[in-house]
T-cell receptor, first 114, second 111 residues
């Protein structure tokens, strides 16, 4: 149990639609990162938020966007869904400087785009 | 460019046998190093981590890993594998702001 919870666990969307995924980070963790894990692949870094500001971004288009709220929970929004967006989306929280900057992952949200 | 290579896509070992999973990386500085395990349909569970100090680190479930700077490697080992160790294993390297993962090694354990 990592203390990181994600919702929903599974969802199906149609190409062109928009989706919002949610993450509640471990208590006190002010940094949240999002990763996309396609089937048979390792997780790919999407972006990171630190104290409500984007703190780094991977090689993902602008239709992938995020928010972090004052309680450090977070959302990942994906617009204009494409079939290749089908993946497991993982949220990870951390507290820089604590526990060696270890990141703790949630169980993920499975997104299927049809 | 930063990258992580796990050269073994799939490994099969007998229960009770020893295990070594390989991880090589390319990174501009000494990175933070992690091994995670993922069971089917699950998230990632941290096995162990290295930031500095003793290059041999101990983790949960009897796993250990050794950081070899000269070889840019961080191989995971276990002296005696249990059937419950069957899963996907990911090596990750990076800084606190971004981590890079390998493509994973799938472990099958046979009786």
């Amino acid at each position: 149990e990592t203390g990181v919870t994600q919702s929903p666990t599974h969802l199906i969307k149609t190409r062109g639609q928009q989706v919002t995924l949610r993450c509640s980070s471990q208590s006190g963790h002010n940094t949240v990162s999002w990763y996309q894990q396609a089937l048979g692949q390792g997780p790919q870094f999407i972006f990171q938020y630190y104290r409500e500001e984007e703190n780094g971004r991977g090689n993902f288009p602008p239709r992938f966007s995020g928010l972090q709220f004052p309680n450090y929970s977070s959302e990942l929004n994906v617009n204009a869904l494409e079939l290749d967006d089908s993946a497991l989306y993982l949220c990870a929280s951390s507290l820089p400087g604590s526990s060696g900057n270890t990141i703790y992952f949630g169980e993920g949200s499975w997104l299927t785009v049809v | 460019a930063q990258s992580v290579t796990q050269p073994d896509i799939h490994i099969t070992v007998s229960e009770g046998a020893s295990l070594e999973l390989r991880c090589n990386y390319s990174y501009g500085a000494t990175p933070y190093l992690f091994w995670y395990v993922q069971s089917p349909g699950q998230g990632l569970q941290l096995l162990l981590k290295y930031f500095s100090g003793d290059t041999l680190v101990q983790g949960i479930k009897g796993f250990e890993a050794e950081f070899k700077r000269s070889q840019s490697s961080f191989n995971l080992r276990k002296p005696s594998v249990h059937w419950s160790d069957a899963a996907e294993y990911f090596c990750a390297v990076g800084s606190p702001s971004q981590f890079y993962f390998g493509t994973g090694t799938s472990l099958t354990v046979i009786p």
